[in-house]
């Protein structure tokens, strides 16, 4: 089976928690850019940073963030603050590897607990969750 997560409720969930804007944008069937305006200066821009898909264990899904060069030091403090603002959901396990907690999601528990997720992949609109109901 298969659930599809549209980007647009990821971005309004993620403002809800948090109050703060993020942008997600598909790259490949393995990869999105997690994108937030920030000051710099008397200007704005955008940063990005890319995440991959890993591996998934049970309800933990292990992702790898890359950002561009000379951007590292604000990847990280995005990091930082993903960790801080969704506490329990989003672990930096270091190495540029992020633990996201699925089933600390309060809209994802119960059917969780009803499903074993196989594979994580995205496409340009959403992210696809491929599961089977548990025994």
């Known amino acids: 089976m298969n659930l599809l ?13 948090t109050k703060q ?5 598909y790259v490949d069937d393995k990869t999105i850019a997690l994108g937030k305006e920030i000051k710099v200066l008397f200007s704005k821009k955008m940063v990005e940073v890319r995440l ?4 998934i264990e049970g309800t933990d899904l292990f992702l790898a963030y890359h950002a561009g060069l000379g951007l590292e030091l604000m990847a990280k403090g995005m990091m930082v603050f993903l960790k801080d603002e969704l506490g329990g ?38 992210v696809n969750v491929e599961f089977s109901l548990k025994k």
């Open 5 to 17: 997560i549209n980007f647009h409720e990821l971005e309004a969930m993620i403002l809800e928690k």
């Open 21 to 25: 804007s993020v942008t997600f944008r």
């Open 52 to 55: 991959e898909v890993e591996k």
């Open 89 to 126: 959901i989003v672990e930096d396990k270091g190495g540029q590897t992020l633990l996201v907690h699925l089933d600390n999601v309060e809209k994802l528990k119960k059917p969780l607990a009803s499903v074993d997720i196989s594979c994580v992949s995205f496409n340009p609109q959403a």
